[in-house]
């Protein structure tokens, strides 16, 4: 064994609900649990601003949803289930060594789950990139102080588009929201917030194309209906036309595929042994509730597999894991 190389029973990447949810159910049934985080601890869901459809949580900030879910599964029993968290970027993952290679240090994992979630989408078009961060935004959030006083369009029709413009609202001179269809995607209820904040909507209009020397000064915006052309000055383009999995590692692992996700059986098992996939990741409904469901079934089969594999070794264990002593393990292998 590599002498700097840290053993763990399961390595989780990715601390958004699938993950953390996932690392309370293996590190609740006794596995030594580690979760790899790049960014900021919650994921998505820590910035989702108000979060109104969440079982349990009336609705109330994703912030405050995904600090609660960090305590459980971080604090020592009883007040959490005593998992660790580290903050790194995983680059690669062996899956025949099982070996997770971090920016800073390689774990050895018995089994490994990938909750890597997803990302902002962007939409390609001229302009764009130069602006980023500095008049080009996905998302509010992290940017709503730099609205102030100015004239901001918010581009999408889902809710993640109408709580950009709800934020940019606070802020903001001015917001118009632009969707290329006739009709938002979003919550009714969230549409009729928009317009008693008074947002300006418009429908069945595209962006084109984003203008400026230094700074964001205009949008050329085509109407899809009539194909009419307009410019409009703007200080600032809130971009939220939906998100795209974060797939890279799954890709560069070589696990089977379902178009842009990763295929998964119904215990969240992907085509390699031993690696496991649940959240934003794979096909599905994208929603909080999914990525905690998923990240609980994927910690429940980790049990399953990581009890099973003992036992096929001879090692029989005290107690039960996910539910089942080892000798009624060592029956479902006889069974088999
Ligand atoms: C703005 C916004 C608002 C939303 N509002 C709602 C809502 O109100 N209700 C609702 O149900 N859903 C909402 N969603 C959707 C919901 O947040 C997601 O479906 C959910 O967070 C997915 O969970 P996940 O754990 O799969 O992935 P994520 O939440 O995306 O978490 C994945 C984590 O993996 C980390 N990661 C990725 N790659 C690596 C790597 N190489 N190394 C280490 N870490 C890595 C990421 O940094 C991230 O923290 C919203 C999403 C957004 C963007």
């Not at 230094?214 to 307009?230: A, P, S």
């Not at 929603?287 to 096929?312: F, P, Q, W």
């Not at 539910?323 to 088999?336: Q, T, V």
């Given at each position: 064994?590599?002498?700097?190389?840290?053993?763990?029973?399961?390595?989780?990447?990715?601390?958004?609900?699938?993950?953390?949810?996932?690392?309370?159910?293996?590190?609740?049934?006794?596995?030594?649990?580690?979760?790899?985080?790049?960014?900021?601890?919650?994921?998505?869901?820590?910035?989702?601003?108000?979060?109104?459809?969440?079982?349990?949580?009336?609705?109330?900030?994703?912030?405050?949803?995904?600090?609660?879910?960090?305590?459980?599964?971080?604090?020592?029993?009883?007040?959490?289930?005593?998992?660790?968290?580290?903050?790194?970027?995983?680059?690669?993952?062996?899956?025949?060594?099982?070996?997770?290679?971090?920016?800073?240090?390689?774990?050895?994992?018995?089994?490994?789950?990938?909750?890597?979630?997803?990302?902002?989408?962007?939409?390609?078009?001229?302009?764009?990139?130069?602006?980023?961060?500095?008049?080009?935004?996905?998302?509010?959030?992290?940017?709503?102080?730099?609205?102030?006083?100015?004239?901001?369009?918010?581009?999408?029709?889902?809710?993640?588009?109408?709580?950009?413009?709800?934020?940019?609202?606070?802020?903001?001179?001015?917001?118009?929201?632009?969707?290329?269809?006739?009709?938002?995607?979003?919550?009714?209820?969230?549409?009729?917030?928009?317009?008693?904040?008074?947002?300006?909507?418009?429908?069945?209009?595209?962006?084109?194309?984003?203008?400026?020397?230094?700074?964001?000064?205009?949008?050329?915006?085509?109407?899809?209906?009539?194909?009419?052309?307009?410019?409009?000055?703007?200080?600032?383009?809130?971009?939220?036309?939906?998100?795209?999995?974060?797939?890279?590692?799954?890709?560069?692992?070589?696990?089977?595929?379902?178009?842009?996700?990763?295929?998964?059986?119904?215990?969240?098992?992907?085509?390699?042994?031993?690696?496991?996939?649940?959240g934003d990741i794979i096909p599905?409904?994208?929603?909080?509730?999914?990525?905690?469901?998923?990240?609980?079934?994927?910690?429940?089969?980790?049990?399953?597999?990581?009890?099973?594999?003992?036992?096929?070794?001879?090692?029989?264990?005290i107690g039960a894991k996910n539910?089942?002593?080892?000798?009624?393990?060592?029956?479902?292998?006889?069974?088999?």
């Open positions: 064994m590599e002498k700097n190389i840290k053993e763990k029973d399961v390595i989780i990447v990715g601390a958004g609900p699938a993950g953390l949810s996932a690392a309370i159910f293996t590190q609740l049934d006794g596995w030594n649990t580690l979760i790899i985080e790049s960014d900021w601890v919650g994921g998505q869901g820590a910035i989702a601003y108000t979060v109104a459809n969440y079982p349990g949580f009336p609705p109330g900030d994703g912030k405050v949803l995904m600090e609660n879910m960090e305590k459980q599964v971080t604090l020592s029993p009883p007040a959490g289930v005593g998992a660790e968290l580290k903050q790194e970027k995983v680059i690669n993952i062996d899956t025949d060594e099982m070996v997770v290679t971090t920016e800073t240090n390689r774990y050895k994992g018995k089994a490994i789950i990938l909750a890597t979630g997803s990302k902002m989408q962007n939409l390609g078009i001229p302009g764009e990139r130069k602006f980023i961060g500095k008049g080009v935004s996905y998302y509010a959030v992290r940017d709503s102080e730099k609205f102030t006083g100015k004239r901001v369009l918010v581009v999408g029709g889902g809710n993640t588009t109408a709580k950009s413009a709800l934020i940019a609202k606070t802020e903001a001179s001015e917001v118009i929201l632009v969707h290329r269809r006739e009709a938002m995607r979003a919550y009714p209820a969230m549409v009729k917030r928009l317009q008693k904040e008074g947002v300006k909507i418009r429908y069945n209009i595209e962006v084109k194309e984003i203008k400026g020397e230094d700074e964001v000064e205009k949008v050329v915006l085509v109407n899809n209906k009539t194909g009419t052309e307009e410019e409009m000055t703007v200080n600032w383009v809130v971009f939220c036309v939906g998100t795209r999995p974060n797939t890279e590692l799954a890709r560069k692992m070589g696990l089977e595929m379902m178009g842009d996700f990763v295929k998964v059986d119904e215990q969240m098992k992907t085509s390699r042994k031993g690696i496991f996939a649940c599905g409904p994208r929603h909080l509730i999914n990525a905690a469901a998923d990240g609980v079934l994927a910690g429940m089969a980790i049990s399953e597999y990581l009890a099973l594999e003992m036992v096929k070794m001879g090692e029989m264990f539910g089942k002593y080892a000798d009624e393990y060592l029956a479902m292998l006889k069974r088999d």
